[in-house]
């Protein structure tokens, strides 16, 4: 993996991390949710409207992962509406290299190195230990249900996506028809479910939602290139250091308590990144 991409995969990490940041400070998760998820369904349509159309073959990829989307985006909104950005996140985020890498290392083409799974396990260990407080407070344990099905759906859908965009022939089109069907499914369910009452009545949540929703777009469409060009295993693994982002924000914007376990995690997480980032030694 080049530098340049893996400079590419920590910026998406950040985009991932700043636009959950939008959700959660939201007076209503749903809500704002909604919001973001509407602004996506615009985002989708001005990208497919200019780039070259998808392949075929990659129509049920498509459909795959706005399913998949809509059950992450679900999992996730209920989580935050239970539980802080630095407990939730790491959760949601930090079980998905796991089971990408398990089911991967079964049914992927990618040959992942010793190495790279060593710095995959070291992240999976950083990333639970950042979600301590859940177990050891008195924080609401009913997030976790939540928080682990938005991690089966975020397993789900990058296994989907990295290989629904290979087939694609055409990634930033197929993101941008992800977030029309991921968008619409999202937006249609709750609006049925809750009420048209649920949208936000601020003109600043509206601002906030849209910019929330064009860094999803950019986290997720350079996630999904990087996957055309590296193992998914690994793309999957890096794109979680976007916890150590959270943490930050959740640090510096919100106030958050850091303790010496919380800095402990984040060291973890970026040792997990330097392994990934170790090139075989030539003979």
């Not at 919001?35 to 459909?63: D, K, N, Q, Y």
């Not at 935050?80 to 939730?88: A, P, Q, T």
């Not at 060593?118 to 924080?139: C, H, K, N, P």
């Given at each position: 993996?080049?530098?340049?991409?893996?400079?590419?995969?920590?910026?998406?990490?950040?985009?991932?991390?700043?636009?959950?940041?939008?959700v959660?400070?939201?007076?209503?998760?749903?809500?704002?949710?909604?919001?973001?998820?509407?602004?996506?369904?615009?985002?989708?349509?001005?990208?497919?409207?200019?780039?070259?159309?998808?392949?075929?073959e990659?129509?049920?990829w498509?459909?795959a992962a706005?399913?998949?989307h809509?059950?992450?985006?679900?999992f996730l909104?209920?989580?935050?509406?239970?539980?802080?950005l630095?407990?939730?996140?790491?959760i949601?985020?930090?079980?998905?290299?796991?089971?990408?890498?398990?089911?991967?290392?079964?049914?992927l083409?990618?040959?992942?190195?010793?190495?790279?799974?060593?710095?995959i396990?070291?992240?999976?260990?950083?990333?639970?230990?950042?979600?301590?407080?859940?177990?050891?407070?008195a924080?609401d344990?009913?997030l976790?249900?939540?928080?682990?099905?938005?991690a089966?759906?975020?397993?789900?859908?990058?296994?989907?996506?990295?290989l629904g965009a290979?087939?694609?022939?055409?990634?930033?089109?197929?993101?941008g028809?992800?977030?029309?069907g991921?968008?619409?499914?999202f937006?249609?369910v709750?609006?049925?479910?809750?009420?048209w009452?649920?949208?936000?009545?601020?003109?600043r949540?509206?601002v906030?939602?849209s910019?929330?929703?064009?860094?999803s777009?950019?986290?997720?469409?350079?996630?999904?290139w990087?996957?055309?060009?590296?193992?998914?295993?690994?793309?999957a693994?890096?794109?979680e250091?976007?916890?150590?982002?959270?943490?930050?924000?959740?640090?510096?914007?919100?106030?958050?308590?850091?303790d010496?376990?919380?800095w402990?995690?984040?060291a973890?997480?970026l040792?997990?990144v330097?392994?990934?980032r170790?090139q075989?030694?030539?003979?």
């Amino acid at each position: 993996m080049t530098t340049g991409l893996l400079a590419a995969i920590l910026f998406a990490a950040f985009l991932h991390a700043a636009w959950n940041a939008v959700v959660k400070v939201g007076a209503s998760k749903i809500g704002a949710m909604l919001v973001v998820s509407l602004a996506e369904v615009i985002i989708g349509v001005a990208v497919v409207l200019f780039r070259p159309s998808i392949a075929p073959e990659a129509w049920p990829w498509v459909i795959a992962a706005s399913l998949t989307h809509l059950a992450y985006k679900s999992f996730l909104t209920f989580a935050y509406e239970r539980g802080d950005l630095s407990r939730v996140y790491p959760i949601a985020r930090g079980t998905a290299p796991m089971v990408v890498a398990l089911v991967g290392a079964a049914t992927l083409p990618d040959a992942v190195a010793a190495h790279e799974y060593a710095g995959i396990f070291v992240l999976g260990l950083g990333i639970l230990l950042m979600a301590r407080g859940v177990f050891t407070s008195a924080e609401d344990r009913r997030l976790l249900p939540f928080a682990l099905g938005s991690a089966a759906a975020t397993a789900a859908y990058t296994l989907i996506d990295g290989l629904g965009a290979r087939v694609s022939g055409e990634p930033v089109a197929y993101v941008g028809w992800i977030f029309i069907g991921g968008g619409t499914l999202f937006s249609a369910v709750m609006l049925l479910w809750k009420g048209w009452g649920t949208l936000p009545r601020r003109p600043r949540d509206w601002v906030l939602g849209s910019l929330g929703s064009a860094a999803s777009y950019g986290a997720y469409g350079v996630s999904i290139w990087a996957m055309t060009l590296a193992p998914i295993a690994v793309v999957a693994a890096l794109r979680e250091t976007s916890i150590l982002f959270a943490v930050l924000i959740g640090w510096l914007v919100f106030g958050e308590r850091m303790d010496g376990p919380k800095w402990l995690a984040a060291a973890l997480i970026l040792v997990g990144v330097a392994l990934t980032r170790l090139q075989p030694s030539l003979p």
